[in-house]
Nanobody
Framework: QLVESGGGLVQAGGSLKLSCAAS????????MGWFRQAPGKERQFVAA????????YYEASLKGRFFISRDNVNKMVYLQMNSLKPEDTAIYYC????????????????WGQGIQVTVFS
């Protein structure tokens, strides 16, 4: 089970840190990703991190503003979002899969329920 937290309202230029709490014994084997879906748009890949935490990957337009990290001891995944823009407004989802390729492709086995992030100008 994956549960996101940390969303909310933020003014443009501000920062938010999303958290994703995982339960279950397989977390340390899972490659994790963050995705988002804005109203009327398709789901978009945001960032991914492999099971070890040593390798990450970002949607090109977000690299440098968004940072993914994980804590395998506490079974947490984070998304630090800086210099937020109104176009970052979306529901953000945490997801995981044993296969790295499936993570980047957006075809993951485990999904959180999503959390709203709204950036106002």
């Amino acid at each position: 089970q994956l549960v996101e937290s940390g969303g909310g309202l933020v003014q443009a230029g501000g920062s938010l840190k999303l958290s994703c709490a995982a339960s279950g014994s397989t977390f340390t084997d899972l490659n994790m990703g963050w995705f988002r879906q804005a109203p009327g748009k398709e789901r978009q890949f945001v960032a991914a991190i492999d099971w070890s935490g040593y390798n990450d990957y970002y949607e090109a337009s977000l690299k440098g503003r968004f940072f993914i990290s994980r804590d395998n001891v506490n079974k947490m995944v984070y998304l630090q979002m800086n210099s937020l823009k109104p176009e970052d407004t979306a529901i953000y989802y945490c997801a995981g899969d044993l296969n790295w390729g499936r993570v980047v492709a957006g075809i993951l086995e485990y999904w959180g329920q999503g959390i709203q992030v709204t950036v106002f100008s």
